[in-house]
């Protein structure tokens, strides 16, 4: 039996062991690491002109720059007021990907920078791209896909590469306030998680494809896309999340990885690693968009 620890974990929902005043990331640092991705994606010397990359290319390109960057959980919960927090240098499986997401639209953008860059973190991670407290960032998976679906941020491919109907049964953050100073400290926020979690359960949008039918269906699955990990526990939708990547002749992902403890390119292979779980039941697939 996992313990409660352990089940926060896996839906990076849990709360920081580290003080909050601890885990502020150095703006100046991050925005350097930003500026040398960037520089990544200058012309080769000899080359006048600057590479285009499609949108699952430059995931990709972002992906492998973050390889090696420590894992940490619950980087986002370091203010008493909800902000947008800058960090790439330490991740959960969310926010790796939300920032390769971001690093890989401005690569898409003729001249990107910085501030380009925290833009489209904003706009990825709350609903709508606006910053309205606690509730109003994309705590749950589900909402996170749906909501950036509507953006255009990502396509929900899942359907198309034979998914089957997924319906949530999100209700851990209502149910466990206590876990959330945001939540146990302002009981107006536990309401209103509690209503955004009943709405995501209404939706009948979400598809998934069974952990035993990844195999057949790998083909269809291009390097860059988002593979979010459908799960039973209970009151959760998603356990992990990583981005699909080819390796060693192998369909694996890249994530930032609990046994590891740094963001990899997973040893196993896609199918093999949802097998080894007894609570993954499939995943989702989400294509990057354009600009």
């Not at 390109?61 to 619950?74: E, N, R, S």
């Not at 833009?119 to 991670?125: G, W």
């Not at 034979?162 to 851990?172: D, E, L, N, S």
């Not at 302002?186 to 494809?209: F, G, H, L, V």
């Amino acid at each position: 039996m996992k313990t409660i620890q352990t089940i926060l974990l896996l839906a990076f929902l849990c709360v920081a062991e580290v003080p909050a005043q601890e885990m502020k990331p150095d703006i100046q640092k991050e925005e350097e690491r930003v500026e040398q991705f960037f520089r990544l994606l200058l012309p080769a010397p000899g080359d006048s002109i600057r590479p285009v990359y499609s949108p699952g290319e430059a995931m990709v390109k972002a992906a492998l720059f973050l390889l090696k960057t420590p894992y940490a959980a619950q980087t986002l919960e370091v203010n008493d007021e909800e902000e947008l927090i800058i960090n790439l240098h330490g991740f959960d499986c969310m926010t790796f990907v939300e920032n390769c997401l971001a690093l890989s639209r401005a690569a898409q953008y003729p001249h990107p920078d910085y501030n380009y860059f925290v833009r489209q973190l904003k706009y990825i991670r709350y609903r709508g791209g606006i910053i309205q407290g606690y509730t109003s960032r994309l705590h749950y998976t589900t909402d996170w896909i749906s909501d950036n679906v509507n953006k255009g941020t990502l396509e929900d491919v899942t359907y198309a590469l034979g998914g089957k109907r997924f319906q949530p049964h999100v209700g851990y953050m209502s149910s466990h306030p206590e876990q959330y100073p945001a939540l146990r400290d302002y009981p107006q926020n536990t309401a209103m998680m509690a209503s955004i979690e009943k709405e995501i359960n209404r939706r009948n949008i979400y598809y998934y494809i069974p952990r035993n039918e990844i195999r057949e269906k790998q083909s269809l699955i291009k390097d860059g896309d988002v593979i979010c990990f459908t799960t039973s526990l209970s009151g959760l939708d998603i356990s992990h999340l990583g981005i699909a990547y080819h390796d060693k002749g192998q369909l694996s992902f890249i994530h930032a990885s609990t046994r590891y403890k740094k963001v990899i390119v997973n040893p196993e292979s896609l199918s093999d690693y949802c097998q080894m779980s007894k609570s993954n039941t499939g995943i989702m697939v989400l294509r990057p968009c354009g600009l």
